[in-house]
């Protein structure tokens, strides 16, 4: 009986390769890799204007559908976000045309200067108290996350929930650098606020612009 191969050691392109080839072992590997990243992504960016599972599995069909328009020269993982990007957008702006959903107003920053704001609050102390706090702290959050508009909302999910450079949620959203850092700053600074009942707890910590 011939064993299958194990591929799970393979390389991005080798898979890519394979799956432009139709092996869809190789698609189904592929997409393992980023599925916690992207559905928290997808997730986060929709909010409760459409079901995050059905758009996360639209999003990984289109990517499937089109995966031989993916160009070996960008990496995978900044075509497949700029891909779930689009697609969320489309999905929201749906929503508001229908009269589901209401896109909050862009604010323009006073300029698109680098910025370096980081979070000061203390580390938080073992226990109990601390933990509920934390938790507390994370169901706020992603409440006001939805509140974000949709264009700093997409750089925050991308650069706290995915540890993403600024310069690819350059090329992913197709913006400049500093915008992209000064849309990060103006979401954090609003996060800040509504969340500063939670200020010198340590509940907060981790939550950064740079």
């Known amino acids: 009986m011939r064993m299958s191969e194990d591929i799970s050691g393979l390389d991005e392109p080798e898979l890519v390769r394979r799956g432009h080839a139709g092996d869809r072992k190789a698609l189904e590997e592929l997409f393992k890799r980023y599925e916690r990243g992207l559905f928290s992504f997808v997730s986060r960016f929709v909010g409760g204007a459409a079901d995050p599972a059905d758009v996360y599995q639209d999003i ?39 009269g589901k959903f209401r896109m909050p107003s862009m604010k323009r920053s006073r300029n698109d200067a680098e910025i370096d704001v980081l979070e000061t609050a203390p580390d938080p102390a073992p ?22 508009p949709p264009a700093q909302r997409e750089v925050f999910v991308l650069r706290q929930y995915n540890d993403v450079p600024f ?3 350059s090329s992913i959203l197709k913006i400049p650098e500093a915008t992209a850092r000064s849309r990060m700053y103006l979401a954090v600074e609003y996060l800040r606020v509504r969340l500063r009942a939670f200020a010198g707890t340590g509940a907060g910590r981790g939550t950064e612009a740079t």
């Open 127 to 148: 226990g109990p108290d601390r933990a509920a706090e934390g938790s507390e702290f994370l169901r706020a959050l992603e409440r006001e996350l939805g509140n974000l």
């Open 60 to 98: 990984v069909l289109r990517a499937i559908e089109n995966i031989h328009r993916y160009n070996p020269g960008l990496s995978f993982r900044t075509w497949l976000f700029t891909l779930a990007a689009n697609y969320c957008k489309n999905v929201l702006r749906s929503r508001e045309q229908r």
């Open 167 to 169: 310069k690819e949620i």
